[in-house]
């Protein structure tokens, strides 16, 4: 396999006249966690819509694992291991914990409508299932409905329905948006965990999570890239510090 996980060449989508992503170039090395950030309006959220195919852009081309994956659907593209969390891997809030990260498995198993299998045939699924929420530290909430979870451990609880989806590369789009300070720790402290063996590409306007979690950042605005590198190098630019209108967020 190559250097680079996933890869975006000259990334561009166009609604009507308005550019909203503009020849993005973007490589985020395998193994690795990469910070796309930028102000409000910068077009993260689009680029990630571009990445996993839920739009499809007006030019450029998406690599994974460098295979061009630029005309693929979304479901195909999970598939074959890029995966958005937080979106793909809603709850159910009045399914346990253990019921939501079967039915997730039930997806990549291929038998997730099959209503009509017998429910012996489905807890085959147990086992893992409780290994993934022992994983994301719900593993004695196994039975608790998901809307009875505080919002960090509903937040662990899709981290661990998206790991059902065995994914090489996970897509997290603010996973710290609206925690409390006591939330935050563990949540970063996840997602480093769960990025052994996987790359990571994130969303986050949280600064201290991208410096303590990220090796590389990229920064949007105006739906281009302004610059790329590590935490010191970007936090230092004087034209990011001038996109965030005298500072960043921290």
Same mark, same amino acid.
């Given at each position: 396999?190559?250097?680079?996980?996933?890869?975006?060449?000259?990334?561009?989508?166009?609604?009507?006249?308005?550019?909203?992503?503009?020849?993005?170039?973007?490589?985020?090395?395998?193994?690795?966690?990469?910070?796309?950030?930028?102000?409000?309006?910068?077009?993260?959220?689009?680029?990630?819509?571009?990445?996993?195919?839920?739009?499809?852009?007006?030019?450029?081309?998406?690599?994974?694992?460098?295979?061009?994956?630029?005309?693929?659907?979304?479901?195909?593209?999970?598939?074959?291991?890029?995966?958005?969390?937080?979106?793909?891997?809603?709850?159910?809030?009045?399914?346990?914990?253990?019921?939501?990260?079967?039915?997730?498995?039930?997806?990549?198993?291929?038998?997730?409508?099959?209503?009509?299998?017998?429910?012996?045939?489905?807890?085959?699924?147990?086992?893992?299932?409780?290994?993934?929420?022992?994983?994301?530290?719900?593993?004695?909430?196994?039975?608790?409905?998901?809307?009875?979870?505080?919002?960090?451990?509903?937040?662990?609880?899709?981290?661990?329905?998206?790991?059902?989806?065995?994914?090489?590369?996970?897509?997290?789009?603010?996973?710290?948006?609206?925690?409390?300070?006591?939330?935050?720790?563990?949540?970063?402290?996840?997602?480093?965990?769960?990025?052994?063996?996987?790359?990571?590409?994130?969303? $986050?306007?949280?600064?201290?999570? !991208? *410096?303590?979690?990220? +090796?590389? =950042? &990229?920064?949007?605005?105006? @739906?281009?890239?302004?610059? $790329?590198?590590?935490?010191?190098? !970007? *936090?230092?630019?004087? +034209?990011? =510090? &001038?996109?965030?209108?005298? @500072?960043?967020?921290?």
């Amino acid at each position: 396999m190559g250097e680079y996980a996933l890869e975006a060449q000259g990334l561009t989508k166009t609604f009507g006249g308005f550019n909203a992503v503009t020849d993005v170039n973007l490589k985020v090395r395998r193994g690795s966690i990469h910070a796309l950030i930028g102000p409000n309006g910068a077009g993260k959220t689009t680029c990630f819509n571009l990445l996993t195919k839920t739009l499809t852009p007006t030019s450029g081309k998406v690599f994974l694992d460098g295979r061009d994956i630029t005309r693929l659907r979304s479901a195909q593209v999970a598939r074959q291991g890029l995966v958005r969390s937080f979106q793909i891997s809603a709850t159910f809030p009045h399914l346990t914990c253990l019921e939501n990260v079967r039915v997730a498995l039930q997806s990549n198993h291929g038998t997730a409508y099959k209503f009509w299998r017998s429910l012996k045939a489905v807890s085959a699924l147990n086992e893992r299932a409780h290994e993934l929420l022992g994983q994301v530290g719900l593993g004695h909430q196994a039975h608790t409905p998901a809307t009875e979870l505080s919002y960090g451990k509903k937040r662990a609880l899709e981290i661990a329905t998206t790991l059902a989806l065995d994914p090489k590369v996970m897509l997290l789009d603010e996973p710290t948006a609206g925690m409390g300070h006591e939330d935050i720790e563990p949540i970063t402290d996840l997602i480093r965990k769960v990025s052994d063996g996987r790359t990571i590409l994130i969303v $986050e306007h949280n600064l201290s999570v !991208v *410096s303590s979690l990220c +090796e590389r =950042i &990229t920064v949007l605005q105006h @739906g281009e890239v302004l610059c $790329e590198g590590a935490y010191a190098e !970007v *936090s230092n630019d004087p +034209e990011v =510090i &001038t996109a965030y209108m005298g @500072g960043i967020d921290e």
